[in-house]
């Protein structure tokens, strides 16, 4: 049976960031509020853990959860390269709904799906999330409903999809302000790439970085044979996205999630979360 507390009472919230820390610590699943909608997470170093909340949603290994965090230096411990623009990026927008692609510190003992050697990161502006993510460490999010059913904008929403049984603590933090998807970014490439479009527009991110490539959408003509796989694979991982999911809320309202908790990027890394998160 789930233990549900809510957060809009001090001592309630106090008990249940310690309740939930302590079951994401024993691999167990959790749902918290996001800034964009609610997530479902867990232990991002248990590959337990991890089947456990794929197999909740009904998703499979190829739409991995991306991972929430609570400091831009837990984030930087998860990611080999930045490129040229990831740091001015996080100063820029985080805590907040921009979810990053990058590639995943080759070292880390995890196992998040068929990742292809990416992550997706994300800092919520939550303060919920935050101490949770503070006292757990970085977990992998995904958006708190079955999969293809519309993301929980409430603790309610989630407890209707998920149930009692397979989640520990929901944490009610109210209803969400803003259930928009975070906005997806691959930083894979020597240009940024939208991978999918949400609360943060692209005019905001070229007046960080200058040049950033807009979102591919889908019937978009191919421009060149030779581009085409690579072309089909960001096609592919802007959809998974859109379907799944920490960083909680990718499609926007009145979109289903599937998406992301995940994110992607193209090419060799298509199918690292893109979730509502």
Known sequence: MSRIYDCAD?????????????????????????????????????????ARLLET??????????????????????IDDLGNHGRDLMEEFWPGPLTLVCTATPSLSWDLGDTKGTVAVRMP???VALELLKETGPMAVSSANKSGQRAAANAGEAIEQLGDEDVAVYLDGGESDNPVA???????YAVPRVLRSGAISIEELRAVCGTVIGELRKGRA???????????????????????????????????EDTADSPSTGSESDTSGIDKN
Do not use: H, W
């Open 10 to 50: 001090e001592t309630a919230r106090k008990d249940g960031i310690a309740d939930a820390a302590s079951a994401v610590r024993r691999g167990d699943l959790v749902v918290l509020p996001t800034d964009t909608v609610y997530g479902i997470g867990t232990d991002a170093f248990s590959p337990k853990a991890v």
């Open 222 to 256: 191919k421009p060149k044979k030779d581009d085409t796989a690579e072309i089909d694979a960001e096609t592919a991982a802007a959809e998974a996205l859109d379907d799944a999911d920490n960083d909680g809320g990718t499609d926007g309202p009145g979109k289903t």
């Open 57 to 78: 949603k009904g998703r499979g290994r190829d739409m991995p959860p991306p991972v929430l965090v609570g400091s831009i230096r837990a984030a930087s411990a998860l």
């Open 125 to 127: 502006m939550d303060p």
């Open 182 to 188: 975070s906005t997806i970014v691959d930083l894979t």
